[in-house]
């Protein structure tokens, strides 16, 4: 199941010439990224003080076209593989008023134990809402 939600580029996410700083493609894939699990109910909150945290493993963009100050954003994330180790999931950014393609990306996230930095595995509660968000 593809999560879309909207952005309006601010001038601080721009360069001089108010044109969209290339690193903040990827913050905005976090913001696709996150809005997905929430609408699976899964809050990163929760995970943390479960004892999980999340860290990028690899992550990739490809610009096509510059946004520019106060565009509005539509960044649509789809879930690529969802496994009780790892999340993979692809981005898609586009200028909503005339559909443009700015980014596609994608990243991989690897499920850890906080307290000690090693791959884990989710347990069924959180396994069984991360993958409803593939149906």
């Known amino acids: 199941m593809k999560s879309t939600v909207f952005y309006r580029v601010n001038f601080f996410d721009t360069d001089a010439m108010s044109v969209v700083h290339h690193a903040n493609y990827i913050r905005w894939f976090e913001i696709g990224r996150s809005d997905f699990l929430r609408q699976n109910d899964i809050s990163l909150l929760d995970l943390m003080a479960d004892g999980y ?14 946004g520019k100050y106060d565009d509005i954003l539509r960044i649509e994330t789809t879930p690529q593989a969802l496994t009780r180790v790892k999340m993979v999931f692809t981005y898609e950014i586009f200028r909503e008023k005339d559909n443009i393609l700015l980014v596609t990306g994608s990243s991989t996230n690897v499920f850890t134990k906080a307290a000690t930095g090693k791959i884990t595995r989710l347990d069924d509660g959180y ?5 409803a968000g593939l149906k």
């Open 53 to 66: 945290s999340f860290p990028i493993f690899e992550v990739a963009a490809k610009y096509h076209v510059s």
């Open 127 to 131: 396994y069984k809402k991360l993958i």
